[in-house]
């Protein structure tokens, strides 16, 4: 059976989510793009294991370098010298930009410290900006998560994933 808005999101596993987003988007007629910085295509590894994830997964776009943010996806490299390339107008660019360099009218964006190095004092190893674009509407979220790198890694796919599946349960369907 298949959970509900008012379900406890929180006990499914990737796979599950994964199965309940294909749903939500298939119900609506919508496909996904993914733009992965942090996660380098763990998510849209993650939706493609999923038979038949070509009829609501679009394409994924791995911007790991804050160039290859600007040309796949049309980030200003002004947005990032000024916020950072791991920042909340970074993370909402690279979710419309997915969008709007792709067929897909839903988009959800990673870019983060997944350490071991990288951090500091204001943005310390572990800490995430997530975004998700649908209905024309950014939606971003900073979170941090604890753990090594590959723990960093996973718990930020389950987060984008969760939160996706939420949005898409409060998006009407046509």
Partial sequence: MSPTFDDDLHELDVPALVAHT??????????????????????????????GSSAWFERGFVTYSNEAKAELLGVDPALIAAHGAVSDAVAR??????????????ALSVTGVAGPTGGSPEKPVGTVWLGWQLQGQARTERRRFDGDRATVRSATVEHALRTLVQLLQQAPAR
């Fill in 22 to 51: 294909a749903q939500l988007l298939q119900a609506r007629g919508w496909m996904l793009a993914t733009a992965e910085s942090c996660t380098g295509g763990l998510i849209a590894a993650a939706c493609t294991e999923l038979a």
């Fill in 93 to 106: 660019a690279m979710a419309e930009g997915a969008v709007a360099r792709s067929r897909a009218q839903v």
